[in-house]
């Protein structure tokens, strides 16, 4: 005869715990509570059959048996006990045994974690589109009581490496300039990296917001991007983290503070495969004449290239071999960030430029005012969304609708739209696809004149 379940022993009892269960299970705080299921990645459920009442949350059971044995929830609990330790020495005004025991504050790691929540990097690839939004926000913010200079510091210090590696690679593919902030869109490894920075405004912190919750995120997303910035320059050849010049940080140079340096083991690694490579060739053609290849080698070499890649390539040199100074009522830093990417050079105002203003290597001049004292007749004056425009585009577009004094600027589309050609299509977009489609043709007649000259 088979014994029949009690009430509240199986189902949906057993498989779920309410808030209150959970906290009594892990003897913690409630904030610790909060902190821990955040880093660990669990969130409350919503059962079918809500046994203990419709107004608690819900957790699963065995979420909660797995953050019983964390070795975070050791040090919460280590660090409760600390916090009374500390307040009945200030209470007892006992300086020295103070001193003593801010100095032994229980300390805990998320590297165990990250490992658990991302067991590769492509795992990780996909969730940094939230990390690097936020770790933005931060590192534009200002020090409170909240949020303390460390942190900030901390924050602009990963988003700087990360963009220098984007820089560096030329992986940047879209932007787009909205109310909120502007949008980047990055290929890293074949996945499409989305994220927002802030404009560059005094940033007013609001009342009824639990910085407490934000800054548990943020923790767990500063120790996230540490793996993954070490992944990316590592796959490079890159040494981390790249040292930082401290004077030109204190001037606010961002990008052009960083100092990149290549990795010793790589360099020699390289080094001898090069010898090892060149061995080998001259061991292999000692007795071999140049007509002798084989037909395997002639396929390689005289494979043609893709479409795709003869696009990437140009939207990568998109830019290359020109040079814009920057306006001092242009935020700099994001569009150094946008041209550099696409290879142009850039200079602006300040003792640190690498050229003046008034250079002659300046093709040109982005400008967001309505009058400039002096006009230079060797370059080219164009607002802002020329560039932003240009690089959606992937071709540089006239510069008479962009031109500096013009006060209807074509329309700012998205370009993380895709017009199908059964919907509806802007006018805008019809004509930026009529350019792309002369500017293409204008590229194949060139490669065919070039194909002409070398026979």
């Not at 990437?312 to 009522?329: A, C, D, P, V, Y």
């Not at 932003?388 to 700012?412: C, R």
């Amino acid at each position: 005869m088979v014994r029949g379940l009690h009430k509240g022993k199986g189902g949906t009892a057993n498989n779920y715990l309410t808030r209150a269960q959970a906290l009594r299970k892990l003897q913690i705080s409630l904030p610790q509570f909060r902190k821990l299921c955040i880093l660990k990645g669990i969130y409350p459920r919503d059962p079918k059959k809500k046994v203990k009442g419709r107004n608690q949350s819900y957790y699963y059971t065995k979420d909660i048996m797995y953050l019983m044995h964390d070795p975070v929830l050791e040090k919460l609990r280590d660090q409760k006990a600390w916090l009374k330790k500390v307040s009945r020495a200030k209470g007892r005004n006992q300086p020295l045994r103070l001193n003593r025991l801010v100095k032994q504050r229980p300390v805990y790691y998320l590297d165990h974690i990250i490992k658990e929540r991302y067991p590769t990097f492509p795992d990780a690839l996909r969730e940094i589109d939230d990390v690097l939004s936020l770790l933005h926000l931060y590192a534009h913010l200002p020090a409170t009581k909240h949020i303390k200079q460390e942190v900030i510091s901390n924050c602009l210090r990963l988003c700087l490496e990360f963009q220098t590696w984007v820089l560096r690679t030329k992986s940047l593919r879209k932007v787009f300039i909205s109310i909120k902030g502007i949008y980047y869109q990055a290929d890293i490894a074949n996945e499409k990296v989305t994220w927002i920075v802030p404009h560059q405004f005094s940033q007013q912190m609001p009342n009824d917001v639990d910085y407490r919750v934000f800054n548990t995120f943020i923790e767990f997303y500063q120790t996230l991007m540490c793996f993954i910035n070490y992944k990316l320059y590592n796959n490079i050849g890159l040494h981390y983290p790249p040292l930082f010049d401290k004077e030109l940080i204190d001037y606010g140079e961002e990008l052009f503070a960083v100092i990149i340096k290549e990795n010793d083991q790589n360099e020699e690694d390289s080094e001898d495969e090069d010898d090892d490579q060149e061995d080998s060739y001259n061991s292999n053609n000692k007795n071999v004449d140049d007509d002798d290849e084989s037909d395997e080698e002639q396929k390689i070499f005289n494979e043609p290239i893709s479409d795709e890649l003869k696009e990437l390539k140009n939207l990568q040199n998109l830019f290359k071999g020109l040079t814009f100074f920057i306006s001092r009522e242009v935020p700099r830093h994001s569009f150094q960030f946008m041209i550099q990417c696409f290879g142009g050079n850039v200079s602006w105002e300040g003792s640190h430029s690498p050229l003046p203003e008034n250079s002659p290597k300046i093709t040109h001049h982005i400008v967001d005012r309505p009058s400039l004292r002096t006009q230079y007749d060797s370059r080219d004056y164009v607002q802002p969304q020329w560039i932003v425009d240009s690089i959606n585009a992937g071709i540089l577009l006239p510069i008479e609708e962009y031109a500096f004094g013009v006060t209807e600027l074509p329309p700012h589309l998205s370009p993380f739209v895709e017009y199908d050609s059964d919907g509806y299509i802007p006018a805008r977009a019809k004509k930026i696809m009529e350019l792309q489609g002369k500017q293409l043709a204008s590229n194949d007649s060139d490669e065919e004149s070039d194909e002409e000259d070398e026979d």
